[in-house]
């Protein structure tokens, strides 16, 4: 691998990243095998007892590919993006140590753009505040934060839809826990830099960054995507969610919030005591269609936040792992090695 020029001292890392089900697990085997290592870049992979519903790459996979900031939390834990920006940039710093290639794989795109780009200077999420949100937006409306928000934050929301929920919520939330407009602390940056190696800077500046976006085309990927979440049901998922339970962990916890997990729990609107507050669904097959059906509608939100990420180089994945792989080989990897 080279290890830069005289230009600069950073290291060379290769990110690759794709929504859900586009295959990326398997294009890495194929690709490196024995040169890399992979940083995940997955929000719920990090959980413990969380393999079959968030994908984790098997333990023969990791044994030929070994991957790093998977089951590191246990599912009532809290992890954020500057967690994922300090963990990784560490895990990418030991395996350039090794003589390896530091690979950042995963679908959750605002990890990846923090890690590029820098993180902001903004506080950090606020469980409380944020559930106090959710909350009032459903009780008084999304008119109603926004007047909030025009009165405390005007720049922000000027620069915010009132339809997109997210960015609403972090800046009234920002607001309620400092007592400062989220218009007032520095953003990261909207560009990145070129580097000697050909990569992007960004603003992480010990790192080279070679940025690769896998694309499929939609039929195709919800195709997979409903393959992948059929697959899970053979694979034992409702038994995972159920041991998960009844270790006490509940869609209260960040874990089993995620996308093929939270789908499995019915909320009882008037329980006796707080303990029984969640049971299970019965209904497998209506989970399973759910569960497909929020998969297929998280697909779309990430495509639409990795057309954000600059300096991307896509390539389409219409043809096999393999094929896919020797592509991305032909393109990019003769700079990194």
Same mark, same amino acid.
Request: hydrophobic fraction near 30%; include cysteine.
């Given at each position: 691998m080279k290890t830069g020029s005289s230009k600069t001292e950073r290291t060379p890392v290769l990110i690759l990243f794709g929504p859900t089900a586009s295959g990326k697990t398997k294009i890495l085997l194929e690709l490196f095998k024995d040169k890399a290592e992979v940083v995940s870049a997955d929000s719920m992979q990090v959980y413990r007892g969380m393999d079959i519903g968030t994908a984790k790459p098997s333990a023969e996979e990791r044994a030929i590919l070994p991957h790093h900031l998977i089951d590191i939390c246990d599912?009532?834990?809290?992890?954020?993006?500057?967690?994922?920006?300090? #963990?990784?940039?560490?895990?990418?710093?030991?395996?350039a140590s090794r003589g390896k290639l530091p690979v950042v794989s995963g679908g959750t795109g605002f990890y990846l753009k923090n890690l590029i780009m820098g993180l902001s200077e903004a506080p950090p999420s606020n469980i409380e505040i944020r559930a106090l949100l959710k909350r009032e937006l459903a009780e008084k409306g999304a008119s109603a934060l926004m007047d909030e928000l025009s009165a405390c934050d005007p720049v922000s929301a000027q620069r915010i839809h009132i339809n997109d929920e997210y960015r609403l919520l972090r800046a009234l939330?920002?607001?309620?826990?400092?007592?400062?407009?989220?218009?007032?602390?520095?953003?990261?940056?909207?560009?990145?830099?070129?580097?000697?190696?050909?990569?992007?800077?960004?603003?992480?500046?010990?790192?080279?960054?070679?940025?690769?976006?896998?694309?499929?085309?939609?039929?195709? #990927?919800?195709?997979?995507?409903?393959f992948r979440c059929a697959e899970?049901?053979?694979?034992? #998922?409702?038994?995972?969610?159920?041991?998960?339970?009844?270790?006490?962990?509940?869609?209260?916890?960040?874990? #089993?919030?995620?996308?093929?997990?939270?789908?499995?729990?019915?909320?009882?609107?008037?329980?006796?005591?707080?303990?029984?507050?969640?049971?299970?669904?019965?209904?497998?097959?209506?989970v399973q269609a759910l569960i497909a059906q929020n998969s297929r509608r998280y697909a779309k939100r990430q495509i639409t936040f990795f057309a954000g990420i600059p300096d991307?180089?896509?390539?389409?994945?219409?043809?096999?792992e393999k094929e896919t792989a020797e592509l991305i080989q032909e393109e990019f990897t003769q700079r990194l090695f």
């Open positions: 599912p009532s834990q809290q992890f954020n993006a500057g967690d994922f920006v300090r #963990l990784a940039g560490e895990a990418c710093a030991e395996i939330e920002v607001f309620r826990s400092c007592g400062s407009p989220l218009s007032a602390f520095k953003a990261n940056s909207n560009t990145v830099g070129d580097s000697a190696e050909g990569g992007s800077s960004g603003n992480n500046g010990d790192f080279s960054f070679t940025i690769i976006g896998l694309s499929r085309q939609r039929e195709e #990927l919800y195709r997979r995507i409903n899970m049901f053979k694979s034992g #998922l409702p038994a995972e969610v159920r041991s998960l339970y009844e270790k006490g962990y509940t869609p209260d916890d960040p874990g #089993l919030r995620a996308i093929g997990y939270r789908e499995f729990f019915i909320e009882d609107p008037d329980p006796a005591d707080s303990s029984s507050k969640w049971r299970l669904s019965q209904d497998i097959d209506g991307v180089k896509w390539i389409e994945c219409e043809q096999g």
